[in-house]
């Protein structure tokens, strides 16, 4: 008969999260991970497998938590606030906490997407789940009157694209002034007198 598990999986995943959130795949240990959770190797082997498959859960996990947060987000405001309120997030996050983790999507977009299929199509995925919520609450705030008239869905896209970028940009360590002035530049987008 086999033994209870004695440690909490989902802290454990937590906790290997943030050593791969912080250090990407590659350069994350067994050793590290060992530390992170406090599980022995035959334990973590156990409860997860292999090194990558307590990625790909720790990565799942991350994904999950943050569309939900970012849906809770866009929906708990007038449209056009909950967007500007979406993206200003991103460099508030950076003053508050460690900017060297950024988004984990975005860290593996270019880290394992180039080469592994698996984690591509996840990272595609996400691009396509934020393009989807914020074609929704555009189309809110034009029903509302809070954004221009343009298509949803480009101006989704176009913000989509921009995610990434102002991504990279908090993690290069680019002054708050520069990123404010980007936001603003971006958020003239949705004006509707463009």
């Not at 156990?46 to 849906?71: I, P, S, W």
């Not at 460690?98 to 593996?108: A, F, K, L, T, V």
Request: with cysteine; aromatic share 8%; net charge negative.
């Amino acid at each position: 008969m086999a033994r209870p598990q004695a440690f909490n999986t989902t802290e454990a995943l937590h906790q290997a999260m943030n050593v791969f959130w912080h250090k990407g795949f590659e350069a994350t240990s067994m050793a590290d991970l060992l530390a992170a959770t406090g599980l022995s190797k035959s334990s973590l082997y156990g409860a997860f497998g292999g090194k990558r498959e307590l990625f790909v859960a720790a990565f799942d996990a991350y994904r999950e938590a943050r569309m939900r947060e970012m849906r809770g987000m866009l929906d708990a405001a007038p449209a056009r606030e909950a967007i500007e309120r979406f993206f200003r997030k991103i460099v508030f996050d950076a003053g508050d906490g460690d900017p060297s983790r950024g988004c984990m999507s975005i860290n593996q977009a270019v880290e394992m997407a180039p080469r592994d299929p698996e984690i591509r199509g996840r990272v595609l995925q996400d691009f396509a789940m934020i393009e989807e919520a914020l074609t929704q609450v555009i189309e809110r705030g034009q029903a509302e009157g809070s954004v221009g008239d343009a298509d949803a869905r480009h101006l989704a896209r176009l913000l989509v694209l921009a995610f990434p970028g102002l991504q990279i940009m908090v993690r290069a360590g680019s002054d708050r002034d520069r990123l404010e002035a980007s936001l603003e530049a971006l958020f003239s987008m949705l004006d509707r007198d463009r």
